[in-house]
């Protein structure tokens, strides 16, 4: 089992995180977060923790900007890309669980000198590789850059801060996102247009600008002046080192093209000569590089294919990551746990649907729709497994009629389930309490 890092004395009475991680030092620090070097107690793996206090984020709009990386990051498995493991959370605090990239930042290694054209082209290659998997999956980064690329043990390249991501649901009408973010020296021209862009398009520039300080060592657009150096963006005007080959000059014009709809794809890629020298395509299994969270619980009308319910999906389901009302009773709806199966609680629920002379309609997700026959009312429920014994039940209004919906439900429906197994109807609030008598929450 590895030696832990030990901490720096300013965080030596941090000891561990649930009894689950043990705290070593610091590795990276943020305006709302920092970052741990931490080991797992029981396995020994060694992870990084990036704990984000939820009081620095009241007020900044970010709340949603957290909750939206850890969506995004639990979709993502791919080896070139930082694995989250795990999201845990306290009333104060928010606790990423992480690869641990031993390598660091390409950054701190570029820093120190340009690199060879082989070399860039391999780190290209890994790069191409993660950025074209998150387009698949419908993620656009949007701040890609040296610093948040970072090299394991073996020099391999895994990307990082999924923090400015977008996904799809984000796309206005017009087809396009419109957030304005990113590194300046990074940023594509038509983000500064300021008329809505393309993300895979945007990530795609910002390879470009990667490739070039690979190659050249130094950035293609700089300036002191902030303003001249976004006017050189916008003109596209940079010039390539004379050391550079004629191949790559060409590729990077493709990728550094200020107009978006002829710069080079990600597939057109594929087919540069420069690009395609040594380029092999990295082939792996999604399920050796995470656990599968998914967000979709499908299942047959029996409930019988489930997913478990996930930390991530529990997140997904709370408000402004407060988890402490994740359970309880809402406007129109309820959500308590139960000590059952999903498939013997559709069955209590069909039964007495029918009963009631209910229309029964199975959803997609794993649940029931029922309704009156004149279709003026409805009750949707919908049931997520927590653990083999354990399952969340999601019950909804549909229409106007809470005179009928609580009787149906208050006085037949719930019952029933009740008498499944035991019940909570909220989560505790306290802390969670440690064996350790010296733990205390990361500052």
């Not at 850059?145 to 009408?173: C, H, M, W, Y």
Request: glycine share 10%; proline share 3%.
């Amino acid at each position: 089992m590895p030696e832990i890092e030990r901490a720096s004395p300013d965080v030596a009475a941090v000891t561990s995180i649930f009894g689950k991680y043990e705290l070593g030092r610091v590795v990276g620090c943020g305006a709302f977060a920092k970052v741990y070097y931490a080991r797992n107690v029981q396995t020994g793996q060694s992870v990084a923790v990036k704990i984000i206090n939820k009081k620095k984020l009241k007020g900044t709009g970010l709340a949603e900007n957290v909750k939206l990386e850890i969506i995004i990051m639990s979709r993502l498995h791919h080896p070139h890309i930082v694995r989250l493991h795990e999201v845990l959370a306290t009333k104060t605090k928010i606790y990423f669980v992480m690869d641990f990239v031993r390598g660091g930042e390409l950054f701190a290694k570029i820093s120190k000198g340009r690199f060879s054209e082989d070399l860039s082209r391999r780190y290209f290659h890994q790069l191409i590789s993660a950025v074209g998997y998150c387009h698949s999956r419908g993620v656009f980064h949007r701040d890609l850059k040296p610093e948040n690329l970072l090299l394991d043990e073996n020099g391999n390249l895994k990307v990082s801060d999924f923090g400015l991501s977008a996904v799809t649901n984000q796309i206005r009408s017009d087809g396009l996102l419109h957030t304005l973010c990113g590194t300046p020296a990074y940023v594509a021209p038509e983000v500064l247009a300021k008329r809505g862009y393309d993300g895979a398009k945007v990530d795609v520039w910002s390879c470009g600008v990667v490739l070039f300080v690979l190659a050249a060592g130094y950035l293609p657009f700089n300036d002191q002046n902030l303003m001249v150096m976004y006017r050189k963006i916008y003109k596209g005007e940079y010039k390539c080192p004379r050391w550079m080959s004629p191949g790559l000059q060409r590729f990077l014009s493709k990728l550094l093209d200020t107009n978006p709809e002829t710069r080079i794809t990600i597939d057109g890629m594929t087919r540069d000569p420069w690009f395609r020298k040594g380029y092999k395509e990295i082939k792996f299994h999604e399920e050796d590089y995470g656990y599968g969270h998914g967000f979709g619980f499908k299942c047959r009308c029996d409930g019988s294919k489930v997913l478990n319910l996930n930390a991530f999906d529990i997140i997904s389901f709370s408000s402004g990551l407060n988890l402490s009302g994740l359970f309880g009773k809402f406007d129109g709806s309820e959500r308590f746990v139960v000590r059952e199966s999903p498939k013997r609680i559709l069955k209590v629920v069909k039964k007495i649907g029918v009963a009631e002379g209910m229309a029964l309609r199975w959803k997609k997700e794993c649940g029931v729709e029922l309704e009156e026959l004149n279709g003026k009312f409805g009750i949707e429920i919908e049931v997520y497994r927590l653990t083999e014994k354990v399952a969340m039940v999601e019950v909804r209004r549909r229409g106007n009629n809470a005179a009928t919906f609580s009787d149906l439900w208050n006085n037949k429906l719930k019952p029933q389930l009740l008498l499944c197994g035991a019940t909570t109807s909220h989560l505790d609030e306290r802390e969670p309490e440690s064996s350790h008598s010296n733990e205390r929450e990361p500052e």
